[in-house]
């Protein structure tokens, strides 16, 4: 690495950063705009290419502010306007928590461009396909290495746009586009309060830019946070609540959290890829990713601390129950997408930063893998989804089903795989960091993360187990086939990811490498819990609780626990699926078949946001319409209008007739009226 660091690459990266943006949107433009005329080879050069060359970029990006001189590079780009003195710059910045972010979106990215090329070989709308994945890229990479709240917004809003115009991407199919149409639709719920949040912090601070948010929140004390703030009747530190709240409102829509996760099991009608794209390794981390950039000032706050770790609790065991009995293995996948996102979150909350990407790195590498292997026994099961009818694909697919293994036993807690890593530090960040506002959050947050990291593997290895074990169920007549290189390949290279991994987790005598390395990153963070810490202790009267370990030997305990509970939730599924118990499940169906159904059909949740909110607002809606728009604005006002105005015109046609005697009596009466009044 001699040669690197003699270019100097933080000096060019300051004007290179804007590139890892424009290549794939370059890419999605020509795609998009030449693609039908290109050919597929072409097709596939350009969208490959662009995201690769955003990788090496980022890579690049990565090394420089992890080894060189510099900790951050930014690049400025242009004045974008101004919010009253507020100026809005469009310029992008890159440290070790972005630059890892970016070789996450771009890497696996890449990977999945390459999956791509063979899975969507025959799709006649392939340009199209690749033009909105490079799309998505971009929109990702805007949010990601924006310097403020503002250009992650149009990054945030860019990959809405872009998910659903790839969850919509087969568009003949009614199911299919209005999957794409919910979960534009919820996505804006959670929009608009992101929206609420970035306004709150232009009145309460006067800037959205992240370093200066970050130097603003370093200069408040224990007692300025309960002095009056800028809102009459709030104090400063609940208007920042305030504002940490309205951001995590967007979070739970873009990353798939009670009570706005709804849009994302639906969001499997896209392609496989697409799925395991946006659904898996990027998209549905932007919520945590912006919680972890604003962790300064989300420290300043117990309480919305409190509530993006409860609801990040709640939705890990929620999801995870949903997933119970389902069938598609796509939708297995989904909610488990769900509920791992919901560990993350349990992460941010307790002030376990680093966890928190640790497992969204670890689990865009093993999710990855499952989605684009779910791909695969797709493609060689013409398309088939229900695992019921599939089992015994190991001795036909032996690449998927050894990648998949290896991703099932990471993502399930298994030792010694990366998910084992990620997924405890959580669990230990949980229960061992003190939370002396709300003391009941770590313990609570604690059990019900145990909880669902036992469903987590019994529905995982029930999947695992009905797929490539025991013997076919149904399609028997149909011999299953392994895909290409291009297939495999990137199967390969993302489960070696999760298996490798691992090293940056190992809880070594001075913290697991993964933590140190972003250390610096969450410094302020850190400084600002343990100021709100003192005050509790103050107020209570209690002394100062020490910072929790992270060595083994603090870290022993709970990976005992967590490794018991996997191989519990691995145990329960073998033999209930290919032991000895493998006739109660229907015996459970039959026996309770209310309490399967809701199972089946995750709890009546959408059948419930149906009743409650979507159908009387369809009626307000069409009452709107039809009472308001069409009859009274159109037939009252607008055709009204212009039936009086034919009436009075059909009045007077009687008098302007163009019969000049009777124009000449009608003077002369009218003289005479005029003399009679004015002369009587």
């Not at 200066?212 to 224990?222: G, N, V």
């Not at 959050?441 to 036992?454: C, K």
Request: charged share 10%.
């Amino acid at each position: 690495m001699e040669w690197l660091s003699a270019m100097n690459p933080a000096e060019g990266l300051q004007d290179a950063l804007r590139w890892i943006v424009l290549f794939p949107l370059f890419g999605a433009a020509v795609n998009g705009l030449l693609g039908k005329r290109l050919g597929r080879a072409n097709v596939h050069l350009v969208a490959c290419g662009a995201v690769f060359a955003s990788f090496v970029i980022s890579a690049i990006a990565l090394y420089t502010v992890s080894f060189g001189d510099v900790s951050r590079i930014t690049d400025q780009w242009w004045r974008w306007f101004s919010i009253g003195n507020v100026p809005v710059e469009m310029s992008l910045t890159i440290d070790r928590l972005s630059a890892v972010m970016m070789c996450v979106v771009t890497g696996v990215g890449f990977l999945i461009h390459i999956f791509s090329t063979e899975y969507m070989s025959h799709d006649e709308g392939y340009w199209r396909y690749f033009a909105y994945l490079n799309l998505f890229v971009a929109a990702m990479s805007l949010l990601v290495l924006g310097s403020n709240l503002l250009v992650m917004f149009v990054g945030w809003e860019g990959v809405g746009l872009a998910s659903y115009l790839l969850i919509g991407f087969w568009y003949t199919d009614d199911a299919k586009a209005f999957a794409g149409r919910k979960a534009f639709v919820v996505n804006r719920v959670g929009d608009f309060g992101f929206l609420l949040g970035i306004f709150t912090l232009v009145g309460l601070f006067g800037t959205i830019e992240f370093e200066q948010l970050k130097a603003l929140s370093a200069s408040i004390t224990p007692d300025t946070v309960l002095e009056a703030g800028i809102f009459s009747g709030w104090t400063l530190g609940a208007a920042i609540t305030m504002a940490c709240l309205f951001l995590f409102l967007g979070a739970t829509g873009k990353s798939a959290q009670l009570p706005l996760y709804v849009w994302l099991p639906d969001a499997m009608a896209g392609p496989t890829p697409v799925s395991a794209l946006i659904h898996a390794a990027t998209m549905v981390t932007a919520g945590v990713y912006m919680v972890a950039r604003l962790s300064f000032l989300y420290a300043w706050s117990p309480t919305a601390m409190a509530t993006v770790a409860v609801v990040g609790a709640l939705t890990a065991i929620f999801a995870a129950l949903m997933a119970y009995a389902q069938n598609d293995i796509k939708k297995v996948l989904a909610y488990s997408t769900v509920s791992q996102l919901g560990f993350m979150f349990i992460g941010v909350g307790v002030g376990a930063w680093w966890a928190a990407i640790y497992h969204l790195v670890t689990h865009a590498f093993f999710k990855a893998c499952l989605f684009l292997g779910s791909g695969s026994v797709m493609h060689a099961m013409r398309d088939e989804t229900d695992i019921r009818l599939f089992g015994g694909l190991r001795k036909e697919m032996w690449h998927t089903w050894a990648t998949f293994g290896i991703s099932t036993i990471a993502i399930t807690g298994v030792l010694p795989l990366s998910g084992f890593f990620s997924k405890d530090a959580i669990l230990h960040g949980a229960h061992a960091n003190p939370n002396l506002f709300f003391p009941w959050v770590p313990t609570f947050t604690y059990a019900i993360g145990l909880v669902a990291a036992l469903s987590t593997s019994f529905y995982m290895w029930r999947m695992f187990n009905l797929t490539f074990h025991g013997e076919r169920r149904g399609m028997l007549e149909h011999r299953a086939h392994e895909g290409g290189n291009a297939m495999v390949g990137p199967l390969w290279v993302l489960a070696g990811l999760a298996v490798g991994s691992l090293v940056w987790g190992l809880p070594l005598s001075g913290g697991a490498r993964f933590e140190n390395f972003l250390k610096p990153v969450f410094r302020a963070a850190d400084e600002n819990i343990a100021r709100m810490t003192a005050l509790g202790a103050q107020k209570l009267g209690v002394p100062v609780p020490p910072p929790p370990a992270h060595d083994f030997a603090a870290m022993l305990p709970g990976y005992l626990i967590a490794l018991v509970v996997a191989l519990i939730g691995f145990g329960i599924a073998w033999y209930l699926y290919l032991g000895p118990g493998k006739d109660i499940p229907a015996k459970i169906a039959q026996g309770a078949p209310a309490l399967y159904r809701a199972f089946a059909n995750k709890f009546y949740v959408d059948e419930f946001y149906q009743a409650v909110i979507v159908a009387p607002l369809s009626a307000t809606a069409r009452f709107l319409w039809r009472v308001v728009d069409a009859f009274a604005i159109d037939k009252l006002v607008v055709n009204g209008s212009a039936v009086l105005t034919g009436w009075i015109a059909q009045l007077f046609r009687y008098f302007q007739d163009g019969n000049v005697q009777r124009y000449a009596v009608v003077m002369a009466v009218s003289a005479v009226v005029i003399l009679w009044i004015f002369l009587g």
